[in-house]
T-cell receptor, first 116, second 110 residues
């Protein structure tokens, strides 16, 4: 399945954090979401291969994600703020051409970030 | 109007009951629809995709109503293990970006 680490991260305001996502190996798409209590996952960015196909959900330029070799991805948050506290979820999917071209996302367990 | 709306619940139902949830979406051009299940402090897991003609998987039935722009999930013969939050997911037309609803919480009571 999709793995993420660390599973938990506690940091002080102003520090930088980095999260890693290992997708299912044959999947060509990778998504990042964040989820706060009582809300559904909120889209941040998705990758098709190595490139960011849509980063419109990144809230500001403190958030940055890469997927340099088309598999593992890292999400970095610089100068963390208390409002960044959330669960950061990674999902991967295999877009099958034809059959409507829909892709089913499989989620990792998430990284729970707490900013003090 | 929110892009994807769900009644947050909770829906408290006895074991064996039939329960249905609706989810409305704002963009009539959306093409991909899913129901995910999320247990407390766990990741979302795909329950089922929603097809235009409706589809069934055991006790679960999903339907799409394009005219009224909603999808539904019907659970028959509820089990205690069905207690979870059910998330509705809709794509942004022309993209592979997905919008999740806030989820509907279901509690099946013994």
């Amino acid at each position: 399945g999709v793995s993420q680490n660390p599973r938990h991260k506690i940091t002080k305001r102003g520090q930088n954090v980095t999260f890693r996502c290992d997708p299912i190996s044959e999947h060509n798409r990778l998504y990042w979401y964040r989820q706060t209590l009582g809300q559904g996952p909120e889209f941040l960015i998705y990758f098709q291969g190595t490139g960011a196909a849509d980063d419109s959900g990144l809230p500001n330029d403190r958030f940055f994600a890469v997927r340099p070799e088309g598999s593992v991805s890292t999400l970095k948050i610089q100068r963390t703020e208390r409002g960044d506290s959330a669960v950061y979820l990674c999902a991967s999917s295999l877009l099958r051409q034809g059959a409507g071209g829909t892709d089913t996302q499989y989620f990792g367990p998430g990284t729970r970030l707490t900013v003090l | 109007r929110k892009e994807v709306e769900q009644d947050p619940g909770p829906f408290n139902v006895p074991e064996g009951a039939t329960v249905a949830f609706n989810c409305t979406y704002s963009n009539s051009a959306s093409q991909s629809f899913f129901w995910y299940r999320q247990d407390c402090r766990k990741e979302p897991k795909l329950l089922m995709s929603v097809y235009s003609s409706g589809n069934e998987d055991g006790r679960f039935t999903a339907q799409l109503n394009r005219a009224s722009q909603y999808i539904s999930l019907l659970i028959r013969d509820s089990k205690l293990s069905d207690s979870a939050t059910y998330l509705c997911v809709v794509n942004v037309p022309g993209t592979y970006k997905y919008i999740f609803g806030t989820g509907t919480r279901l509690k099946v009571l013994a």
